[in-house]
C-alpha cells in the first residue's frame, strides 16, 4: 500500500515527540489507521532510516517503538552533552545481571546468590532506572520484589527480555575463558 507523504510524516512526528515509546494500537488510534497500515508505514520509515546518511533509528522495544539515535553517532551525541559516560560497577552488574535472570527477586535473594550485601548497587540501578520495585513477595516482612523497567531494555537494545543470552552459553563462554 502506497501512503501519502503527510501519513508518513505524521508518524514521524509522534514518534519524535513522544516520550516514551508508542505501540502499533496506540499509533493506529491516533493516525485512523489500521494496526496493518502503520506497520507497513513502520516499515517504510526504517527503510528511510537505513540510509547511511540518517544518523536516526527506529527502535522497536518491547512490541513499541520510538526513535533513537544510530550507534555510530554516539560521539557526537556524548560531545553535545559532555558528560562522561557513568559505566555501572563490576557489583552493580551482578546484581542487575542477577535481577534480570531470576524476576522478581528480592535483596535477600540477591544477597544469597552473590554472598555480600547489594544494598548500595541496588540503589544505584534503581536510580539510574534501570531495576524498579515490582511487587513484595508473601512471607514474613513481605520484602520487596525487584524487576527490571523498559529503560533497561532500551540501554541494553534489547526488544524483550527473550533476547537475554542464555545462561548456559553464558557459563559455557566462562569455561572456555578459564581452559
Do not use: W
Not at 94 to 114: H, K
Not at 118 to 147: C, F, H, M, N, W
Amino acid at each position: 500500500m502506497l501512503f501519502a507523504e503527510q501519513e508518513l510524516a505524521a508518524l514521524e512526528a509522534l514518534l519524535f515527540v513522544a516520550k516514551e515509546p508508542l505501540s502499533i494500537s496506540k499509533l493506529a488510534e491516533i493516525l485512523e489507521l489500521s494496526e496493518h497500515e502503520v506497520a507497513e508505514l513502520l516499515q517504510n520509515l526504517q527503510e528511510r532510516y537505513k540510509a547511511k546518511s540518517s544518523g536516526i533509528t527506529l527502535v522497536e522495544t518491547d512490541n513499541c517503538y520510538r526513535l533513537g539515535t544510530k550507534p555510530e553517532m554516539a560521539s557526537y551525541i556524548e560531545a553535545l552533552y559532555k558528560q562522561p559516560a557513568q559505566a555501572l560497577s563490576h557489583a552493580a552488574l551482578e546484581v542487575l545481571s542477577i535481577i534480570a535472570y531470576r524476576q522478581p527477586i528480592t535483596r535477600g535473594e540477591i544477597d544469597f546468590i552473590r554472598g555480600v550485601q547489594s544494598d548500595r548497587s541496588l540503589a544505584t540501578l534503581v536510580e539510574k532506572g534501570l531495576v524498579q520495585e515490582v511487587g513484595r513477595k508473601d512471607g514474613p516482612g513481605r520484602p520487596i520484589l525487584y524487576g527490571t523497567t523498559e529503560q533497561f531494555l532500551i540501554h541494553f537494545g534489547l526488544k524483550s527480555l527473550q533476547e537475554l543470552p542464555k545462561l548456559e552459553l553464558c557459563q559455557e563462554d566462562n569455561q572456555k575463558e578459564d581452559d
